[in-house]
């Protein structure tokens, strides 16, 4: 006959007494009542914390908010305020605005910025409508029909 694991033989061997048997019905029944209990633990624990993090995060605005309110109180921030938002001046000075920074004369394709009106050559009726009638009788796929920009 074939020889058995050791651990069904210490299983074949185990017996269990009637307080051991007490002792498990008491384990597994405190689980049963006290399970319920835990998991309302565990939420209300995480509904805290969710809660003190909000609290937090108000705490923040309400500082800055304070600490706007400071700086508004002083006069010199004030003055320099309407002078940047507003554009104020003292009588007397000379002021300058500046209007769009043009980079030494160079637009955003690194050509130079001309003064004059430009009128250039395309009618683009016609190709609006050329592109339409395309779009409607060509048999291509849309991946050939694609720009080479767009593709990737």
Known sequence: MPEEPRTAAWLRNFRLSGF???MLLLVVAALVVLAPSLK????????????????RLAQEDVDDLTAEID?????????????????YVYPGDITFLVIGDDQDGLDEGGLPISDEIQTTQVDWV???????????????????????????
Do not use: H, K
């Not at 109180?73 to 002078?83: L, N």
């Open 20 to 22: 051991a048997l007490s």
């Open 40 to 55: 309302t633990f565990v939420e209300q624990r995480q509904q805290i914390a969710a809660l003190e993090e909000s609290v």
């Open 71 to 87: 700086r508004w109180s002083d006069p010199a921030y004030i003055e320099a305020q309407a002078r940047d938002r507003l554009y």
């Open 126 to 152: 016609r190709a609006l409508l050329s592109t339409v009638y395309e779009a409607g009788l060509t048999d291509a796929t849309p991946a050939q029909l694609e720009s080479p920009q767009q593709g990737g």
